[in-house]
């Protein structure tokens, strides 16, 4: 079975009549279980918990600390090429843009990786645009070569391989991958991913099991938020990951909670993401998948980071540039706008600030 059929069994499910019929003492025995099914999950991202908030954080805060304590991985992404055949139409590096394409040479992502490495971090994220021409598996398994000597983990986020790919991977020395579904509505999806190899949903969808599959340390899914409302994005999002985490007990299972922001290409949200529906968002994953890492990236605001730091988020970018060889080359086109834009010492002096330990480093490789 795939995640695919799973998802199936959602496919009829009428979100509205389900909110409309629960009630505040509802919402109130969820939160007294001591664990929680997908169903009380969907019960926490209601409109009515909503009202609840600061019960639901308060124990989300509970939960996290019980969990992991009070600590902070920092990471920061690495864009290595901008590349892309695919027409996804939020997206920055859409085919149809016309922007500046790059891609670094070996020389160029090493003096990237030293860079970051200056700043203390040992976690990071190589990105590329989807272009199995410019960027073939090759060259981004060479890249991660490269990266060793400067990184103790380093995660893939590129475009959907096959299992036999991500086994590659993990051999080079990958022990992450992120793979965002962007929306797991099948209609949506096929709205707005027009053409290119992305426009397969369910190769895309399954990709994460196919990466479980092969060895990879963790996993890290998410939706984009803005494309479909969120509620159902973010239950869905949580329904895949306890799929996988059940399935694969031996990954580490994660999810990202990415917001829509400005690109080039201005596509806007379809839908309108406020901030106390991120907050609500994770503070009910919390307690639905209390052992899982949540991701917070720099798309988000400093002031929400900071509140968010206490309520559920185990990871967070830091010193972020969204564009090709931004930490060396400076800023030229960038996949996104960031909105916190600080270091990684301001990240890490907020961190002590607020009663917490960054952690650059929580994993190496034995060999
Ligand atoms: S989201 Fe990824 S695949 Fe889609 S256009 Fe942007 S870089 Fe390409």
């Known amino acids: 079975m795939k995640f695919i059929d799973e998802l199936e069994k959602y496919s009829e499910l009428d979100y509205e009549a389900y909110f409309r019929k629960i009630t505040d003492d509802d919402i109130i025995n969820v939160l007294n279980k001591p664990s929680i099914n997908r169903l009380d999950y969907l019960t926490l991202l209601s409109p009515l918990a909503e009202n609840h908030l600061e019960a639901i954080a308060k124990r989300a805060n509970q939960d996290t600390i019980r969990n992991f304590g009070r600590v902070m991985q920092l990471f920061t992404p690495m864009y290595i090429a901008n590349y892309c055949i695919n027409q996804c139409v939020y997206c920055g590096f859409n085919h149809e843009n016309k922007l500046k394409r790059v891609k670094l040479s070996m020389e160029e992502i090493k003096a990237e990786g030293k860079l970051i490495a200056e700043t203390g971090l040992k976690h990071v994220l190589i990105l590329t645009g989807e272009s199995q021409e410019h960027s073939s598996p090759d060259y981004i398994l060479q890249a991660v070569e490269n990266l060793k000597g400067f990184f103790t983990s380093i995660s893939i986020e590129i475009y959907s391989l096959e299992e036999a790919e991500y086994k590659h991977a993990v051999e080079a020395g990958v022990d992450g991958m992120t793979m965002f579904q962007e929306v797991y509505d099948a209609d949506i999806y096929k709205e707005l991913h027009l053409a290119g190899p992305k426009s397969n949903y369910a190769f895309r969808l399954d990709a994460p099991e196919r990466a479980c599959r092969s060895g990879m340390r963790t996993v890290n899914i998410g939706a984009l938020l803005g494309l479909n409302d969120w509620r159902k994005e973010a239950f869905l999002t949580g329904v895949h990951a306890d799929y996988l ?108 600030g607020e009663g917490y330990q960054p952690i650059y480093k929580d994993w190496q490789a034995l060999v």
């Open 245 to 352: 985490q059940r399935k694969y007990s031996d990954v580490e299972i994660a999810v990202s909670t990415p917001r829509m922001r400005p690109s080039v290409g201005g596509f806007p949200p379809r839908v309108l993401v406020k901030d106390i529906n991120i907050v609500q968002y994770i503070t009910a994953y919390r307690i639905f998948m209390p052992r899982s890492g949540i991701t917070l990236s720099s798309r988000e605001s400093a002031k929400l980071r900071n509140h968010l730091a206490h309520l559920g988020v185990t990871k967070m970018s830091a010193g972020v540039t969204t564009a090709v060889g931004g930490h060396s080359k400076g800023e030229e086109v960038s996949q996104f706008d960031i909105s916190d834009s600080r270091s990684v010492r301001e990240m890490s002096a907020m961190l002590y």
